[in-house]
T-cell receptor
């Protein structure tokens, strides 16, 4: 099925560990993004990409790295996890930037102990 | 900068009640406006959108009208069902922008 695929769905880390959240889409979307969702905070943009080889910071980029080597994939890396990064993470993509509809993945729930 | 403000939840209604979830925005120019819905355990999905003033978006019995004069995009449904229980997000985006700005979300619970 076409869409946005995120892995893993659940992950528990210890403080200081590193990990990568994977995101892949098969819709040939140029725009991809990562959000985190926290209670009472809505969705906050972490990083986004407008095409392969191009990435930029959102409103809460600290502690996260991204890269976009292909159109399909947009992994999110946590280099040294902290309890403040406990959250639900969503990857989303759209055909292009601007007023286009986002397609979201099912989410990845991360707990940092 | 641009922002979206939604009514705080949770909102609890009985089945077949009338629903309104308020959304107002602050933005320059003429953004597009969206309502997304998140069902339990899932990602967000588009519910409806409007791209210019006075446009009405509609889907699954939900409606919202783009009101430029009051900078609002309130979500309404005439008769809610238990299956409408979800979190609803109002959002805006400019055609020239690379970001979509979301409100904080409103949790809706419908009692049978």
């Amino acid at each position: 099925n076409a869409g946005v695929t995120q892995t893993p769905k659940f992950q528990v880390l210890k403080t200081g560990q590193s990990m990568t959240l994977q995101c892949a889409q098969d819709m040939n979307h140029e725009y991809m993004s990562w959000y985190r969702q926290d209670p009472g905070m809505g969705l906050r943009l972490i990083h986004y990409s407008v095409g392969a080889g191009i990435t930029d910071q959102g409103e809460v980029p600290n502690g996260y790295n991204v890269s976009r080597s292909t159109t399909e994939d947009f992994p999110l890396r946590l280099l040294s996890a902290a309890p403040s990064q406990t959250s639900v993470y969503f990857c989303a993509s759209s055909y292009s930037t601007g007023a286009n509809v986002l397609t979201f993945g099912a989410g990845s729930r991360l707990t940092v102990l | 900068g641009d922002s979206v403000t939604q009514m705080e939840g949770p909102v609890t209604l009985s089945e077949e009640a009338f629903l309104t979830i308020n959304c107002t925005y602050t933005a320059t120019g003429y953004p597009s406006l969206f309502w997304y819905v998140q069902y339990p355990g899932e990602g967000l999905q588009l519910l409806l959108k409007a791209t210019k003033a006075d446009d009405k978006g509609s889907n699954k019995g939900f409606e919202a009208t783009y009101r430029k004069e009051t900078t609002s995009f309130h979500l309404e449904k005439g008769s809610v069902q238990v299956s409408d229980s979800a979190v609803y997000f109002c959002a805006l985006s400019h055609s020239s922008a690379s970001k979509i700005i979301f409100g904080s979300g409103t949790r809706l619970s419908i009692r049978p």
